[in-house]
């Protein structure tokens, strides 16, 4: 049996080099919002047995869809008997609902497993359902306005405009946001129709920081009804922003393409999303949140804890999986693609290809843990 250990640095750069060269994802978005990530401190590594054969069926998050690409191509660059269909069609709803029934070896989730997905998975893993942390990037506010590229805004403002308080674009507030009257015009809101951990990370932050002005539970269908625009997928958003008069949405940082996206002002400071803005927020932020299966490693946001350094709605996604799988051999093969996905290298492969924030060595260690104790 052929082993491959990926152990120096200088395999960092020759395989994301490989990721790059081979991926097919759609490009990160580019301008002032691109990031610089720089890899995780301390190397965490994953050994790659190239002589693996089968196939592994996954789905779920579209948040997730360039890095997947990217992955699935650095990784079969070394393990290339391994087909890796990943659906991101789905949703981070669909992929969990897909995954709970068996269909799915894995799913791709922005949101960790519910109190009662937990307990319906343990039907189906016996122990039950691992949140697995494989990917970090933020929540763009992103927005389609006749003549303007550069917006401001405030959480309390933010929160009025998606829950249709504000309106137009002339507004008093947005004006106070950014230090100048925006031409007028109807705010149109566009919105997930689908289930979606991207929805949940978003409401997330709404629920915790603008309790007046945000007055619907957090989760992963979007609340609001009336005068929205509601499109499946990130990618729904992102075109009917694109191709809309006014419009505004949100969406993954790593989906948004050419659009601009707002600076979002927090204590006073606008803050622009950028990779160093969301693993600041991570640090100080991120506090652990299991749901009682050994070895999970979910996490939640305790926003109280935000600073004018930190991008404010950051998101991390996981891979939901079995703690134990009804056969070793495919057992094999998820923990081998996820430990290749949480490894220094295939944290820069996402970093390169999907503009994401490398997961601190911390939690990539963590990960390579759980990943052992997987049957």
Same mark, same amino acid.
């Given at each position: 049996?052929?082993?491959?250990?990926?152990?120096?640095?200088?395999?960092?750069?020759?395989?994301?080099?490989?990721?790059?060269?081979?991926?097919?994802?759609?490009?990160?978005?580019?301008?002032t919002?691109?990031?610089?990530?720089?890899?995780?401190?301390?190397?965490?590594?994953?050994? !790659?047995?190239?002589?693996?054969?089968?196939?592994?069926?996954?789905?779920?998050?579209?948040?997730?869809?360039?890095?997947?690409?990217?992955?699935?191509?650095?990784y079969?660059?070394?393990?290339?008997?391994?087909?890796?269909?990943?659906?991101?069609?789905?949703?981070?709803? =669909?992929g969990?609902?897909?995954?709970?029934?068996?269909?799915?070896?894995?799913?791709?989730?922005?949101?960790?497993?519910?109190?009662?997905?937990?307990?319906?998975?343990?039907?189906?893993?016996?122990?039950? =359902?691992?949140?697995?942390?494989?990917?970090?990037?933020g929540?763009?506010?992103?927005?389609?306005?006749?003549?303007?590229?550069?917006?401001?805004?405030?959480?309390?403002?933010?929160?009025?405009?998606?829950?249709?308080?504000?309106?137009?674009?002339?507004?008093?507030?947005?004006?106070?946001d950014?230090?100048?009257?925006?031409?007028?015009?109807?705010?149109?809101?566009?919105?997930?129709?689908? =289930?979606?951990?991207?929805?949940?990370?978003?409401?997330?932050?709404?629920?915790?920081?603008?309790?007046?002005?945000?007055?619907?539970?957090?989760?992963k269908?979007?609340?609001?009804?009336?005068?929205?625009?509601?499109?499946?997928?990130?990618?729904?958003?992102?075109?009917?922003?694109?191709?809309?008069?006014?419009?505004?949405?949100?969406?993954?940082?790593?989906?948004?393409?050419?659009?601009?996206?707002?600076?979002?002002?927090?204590?006073?400071?606008?803050?622009?999303?950028?990779?160093?803005?969301?693993?600041?927020?991570?640090?100080?932020?991120?506090v652990?949140?299991?749901?009682?299966?050994?070895?999970?490693?979910?996490?939640?946001?305790?926003?109280?804890?935000?600073?004018?350094?930190?991008?404010?709605?950051p !998101?991390?996604?996981?891979?939901?999986?079995?703690?134990?799988?009804?056969?070793?051999?495919?057992?094999?093969?998820?923990?081998?693609?996820?430990?290749?996905?949480?490894?220094?290298?295939?944290?820069?492969?996402?970093?390169?290809?999907?503009?994401?924030?490398?997961?601190?060595?911390?939690?990539?260690?963590?990960?390579?843990?759980? !990943?052992?104790?997987?049957?």
């Amino acid at each position: 049996m052929k082993v491959n250990s990926i152990t120096k640095l200088g395999a960092v750069g020759a395989l994301a080099a490989i990721a790059l060269a081979g991926c097919s994802a759609t490009p990160a978005a580019t301008g002032t919002d691109s990031p610089s990530a720089a890899p995780t401190s301390s190397e965490v590594t994953s050994k !790659l047995d190239a002589s693996l054969t089968g196939t592994i069926t996954a789905g779920g998050s579209s948040a997730q869809a360039n890095a997947q690409a990217a992955w699935v191509a650095a990784y079969n660059a070394q393990v290339k008997g391994v087909t890796i269909n990943y659906d991101k069609s789905q949703g981070s709803g =669909g992929g969990v609902t897909n995954f709970l029934s068996g269909a799915y070896d894995f799913a791709g989730s922005d949101s960790p497993l519910n109190a009662d997905q937990t307990t319906a998975s343990k039907s189906l893993c016996t122990a039950g =359902g691992l949140n697995i942390p494989v990917y970090l990037d933020g929540v763009a506010i992103i927005f389609n306005i006749p003549g303007v590229t550069s917006l401001k805004l405030s959480g309390d403002t933010i929160a009025k405009i998606f829950s249709l308080k504000i309106t137009d674009w002339s507004d008093a507030a947005i004006t106070k946001d950014n230090g100048t009257a925006l031409p007028a015009g109807k705010i149109t809101t566009v919105a997930r129709s689908d =289930g979606s951990g991207t929805t949940a990370n978003f409401t997330n932050y709404l629920a915790a920081t603008q309790k007046t002005d945000w007055t619907y539970p957090a989760g992963k269908d979007w609340p609001v009804e009336g005068d929205v625009s509601k499109q499946k997928g990130g990618s729904g958003v992102v075109q009917a922003v694109e191709a809309g008069t006014g419009t505004i949405g949100y969406a993954d940082h790593s989906a948004i393409g050419k659009l601009n996206s707002a600076a979002i002002l927090q204590d006073g400071t606008a803050i622009s999303f950028s990779a160093a803005a969301v693993s600041k927020t991570f640090e100080v932020a991120a506090v652990d949140a299991s749901n009682g299966v050994p070895g999970d490693l979910s996490k939640k946001f305790d926003y109280s804890k935000l600073t004018a350094g930190t991008y404010p709605i950051p !998101l991390v996604s996981y891979a939901v999986a079995c703690a134990a799988f009804k056969t070793p051999a495919q057992a094999a093969l998820v923990k081998s693609y996820i430990g290749f996905v949480d490894s220094t290298v295939g944290q820069l492969v996402a970093a390169k290809n999907a503009g994401a924030a490398p997961l601190p060595a911390s939690v990539l260690k963590a990960a390579q843990e759980t !990943l052992a104790t997987i049957k």
